[in-house]
């Protein structure tokens, strides 16, 4: 079975500053991997997703993550944050063996912006 | 288009009482699945379908059945709810291979 952890639970951040968030997996094969982003109150919005390919994936909002096959990982970057990056971050993983069972989500990851 | 619509968006019951949460998507999605979202607890998986007709199992069924008598619909049972069952219950559609479309959830609490 997969699963997905999140190194941190919550960050807080000032404007401008730079973000990464961790995100590692466990899988013996080949994955699907996501960040979906949930705003206070909203349902999930998907950031950006790997596939296949480059690993360096651009998402919306000036969002990008890197997948590391060796080290199992799949980090949320963003050079400068704003205000409106508060929310809750999840990452999630799909194995890609033909099984339609989901997606295995972290625990999440709640950003706070100050001002 | 609407994506995947959830109702009701809210709802309180009362220990022991039953209700059905219904999600429907408009996209032709194969595949369909119901989540909970707990504090500190990420979403986990109650129940998918790969199909019309077809059910299984997630990583929290207990408490739960499903049902997809239609491709577009996919119904989520409480039988007799319970203060566990306390959360917010989020349903998603997608094509084998595809991202995933989220609805907007349901809050549901059990008193």
């Known amino acids: 079975a997969q699963s997905v952890s999140q190194h941190n639970h919550h960050v807080i951040l000032s404007e401008a500053a730079s973000l990464e968030l961790g995100c590692n997996y466990s899988?013996?094969?080949?994955?699907?991997l996501f960040w979906y982003v949930q705003y206070p109150g909203q349902h999930l919005q998907l950031l950006l997703k790997?596939?296949?390919?480059?690993?360096l994936v651009k998402g919306i909002k000036g969002f990008e993550a890197e997948f590391i096959k060796s080290k199992f990982s799949f980090n949320l970057r963003k050079p400068s944050v704003q205000w409106s990056d508060t929310a809750e971050y999840f990452c999630a993983v799909r194995g890609t063996g033909g099984g339609a069972d989901g997606l295995t989500f972290g625990k999440g990851t709640h950003l706070i912006i100050q001002p | 288009n609407a994506g995947v619509t959830q109702t009701p968006k809210f709802r309180v019951l009362k220990t022991g009482q039953s209700m059905t949460l219904l999600c429907a998507q408009d996209?032709?999605?194969?595949?369909m699945y119901w989540y909970r979202q707990d504090p500190g607890m990420g979403l986990r998986l109650i129940h998918y379908?790969?199909?019309?007709?077809?059910?299984a199992k997630g990583e929290v069924p207990d408490g739960y059945n499903v049902s997809r008598l239609k491709k577009q619909n996919f119904l989520l049972g409480l039988e007799s709810a319970a203060p566990s069952q306390t959360s917010v219950y989020f349903c998603a559609s997608s094509w084998p291979g595809y991202g995933y479309t989220f609805g907007s959830g349901t809050r549901l609490t059990v008193v």
């Open positions: 379908s790969v199909g019309e007709g077809t059910t």
């Open positions: 899988y013996g094969g080949t994955v699907n």
């Open positions: 790997y596939f296949s390919g480059d690993p």
């Open positions: 996209m032709n999605h194969e595949y």
